[in-house]
């Protein structure tokens, strides 16, 4: 079955510790993003791509990295900086970024102990 | 820059009356929008989308909206409620020839009364 995954469901960090969010398309999009999701704020974009070893900041960019060195791989990483990370992180793709729908996996929901 | 707004963080109606919940948009420029739910704990659904091929759109479980450029809305709604359509809803928008991210509302929860 095609589809987006993410991994793991639930993952538990202290503070000070980076942690990595995994995401992976079996879908053959070009596009993948991460946002965040807070209680009663709607989801925020981290960062997008739209071609491998491209990214782009998106608007809580801060405290969080990227890579995307293949297609169906988008990890995301939440550092330290971040100063606080406790969400629930939501991972997407789309085959075109200007018109189609994206596409989201189940999420992961971290907190830092 | 585009933002989106949805009425009511949380609306209740009862088994088999009518859905109705409310979202309004700005762009500048004509936008994609979308309605997507979500269900706990779990990721995002896609129930329908508008890319001005007809302003009435019909999706998934029986819901529609109608995107009405002169009110900057596109409204969600479904005839008939089932206890099965409570979750959270998220309106969202793209500016049409933008490749960055989705701009979503901040959500409005669906209760539905016995």
């Known amino acids: 079955d095609g589809g987006i995954t993410q991994s793991p469901k639930y993952l538990f960090r202290k503070e000070g510790q980076n942690v990595t969010l995994s995401c992976e398309q079996n879908?053959?999009?070009?596009?993948m993003y991460w946002y965040r999701q807070d209680p009663g704020q709607g989801l925020r974009l981290i960062y997008y791509?739209?071609?491998?070893?491209?990214?782009q900041k998106g608007d809580i960019a801060e405290g969080y990295s990227v890579s995307r060195e293949k297609k169906e791989s988008f990890p995301l990483t939440v550092t330290s900086a971040q100063k606080n990370p406790t969400a629930f992180y939501l991972c997407?793709?789309?085959?075109?970024?200007?018109?189609?729908?994206?596409?989201f996996g189940p999420g992961t929901r971290l907190t830092v102990l | 820059a585009q933002s989106v707004t949805q009425l009511g963080s949380h609306v209740s109606v009862s088994e088999g009356a009518l859905v109705l919940l409310r979202c309004n948009y700005s762009?500048?420029?004509?936008?994609?929008l979308f309605w997507y739910v979500q269900y706990p704990n779990q990721g995002l659904q896609l129930l329908l989308k508008?890319?001005?091929?007809?302003?009435l759109v019909k999706g998934i479980n029986g819901f529609e909206a109608e995107f009405k450029k002169s009110e900057t809305s596109f409204h969600l709604t479904k005839p008939s409620a089932h206890m099965s359509d409570a979750a959270e809803y998220f309106c969202?928008?793209?500016?049409?020839?933008?490749?960055?991210?989705?701009?979503f509302g901040k959500g409005t929860h669906l209760i539905i009364q016995p």
């Open positions: 997407a793709s789309s085959s075109d970024p200007q018109s189609d729908t994206q596409y």
């Open positions: 879908l053959n999009h070009d596009a």
């Open positions: 791509s739209q071609i491998v070893n491209d990214f």
């Open positions: 762009s500048s420029v004509p936008p994609y």
């Open positions: 508008y890319t001005s091929a007809a302003t």
């Open positions: 969202a928008v793209r500016a049409g020839g933008g490749a960055d991210g989705l701009t």
